[in-house]
């Protein structure tokens, strides 16, 4: 796993569905986005992912694709990205927490988890599509990078 060399301040946890984008090429416009995403925010250090979003990964790419990577496949990529991101893990903490977004925000439960993860661990944005954009939940801020209003100028900048 690569060492956490920038602050959280400036840091995006990555959500799965932005992650299989990369590798699901039914929506080209959708995977071109998701390579420039994935691929600026690990150049600069300030990809995060939690431990759900790679097992997540591993489902999805394997098991729900038109195009399924063999368990090998799979299994090499979610290495690189455990190498390549900062890996958060998920906590009895972010569970109960996980709990709380879902019943007091409406978050559906892995949605929530995410989120908790994000927040425990002071990670201001996460990208995803399964949440409005630019939605800010107890401090932090929901982006969909697919999302004709989402600011790319954020991949470089310090938010």
Known sequence: ???????????????????????????????????????????????????????????????????????????????RLARVCHVLDLTAAIVVEGCHGASEHGLAIWDALIWAVAKLNQVPCVLTEDAEHGRVVEGVRFLNPFAAAFDRGLLVAEI
């Open 1 to 79: 796993m690569t060492s956490y060399t920038k602050t959280a301040s400036n840091a995006f946890l990555v959500d799965t569905n932005v992650l299989v984008y990369v590798y699901d090429p039914r929506d080209g416009v959708k995977q071109e986005r998701a390579l420039l995403v994935v691929d600026r925010l690990i150049a600069s250090r300030r990809a995060v992912v939690s431990v759900q979003c790679l097992s997540e990964f591993f489902r999805v790419v394997t098991q729900r694709l038109p195009e399924r990577m063999t368990g090998q496949e799979a299994l090499t990529r979610v290495r």
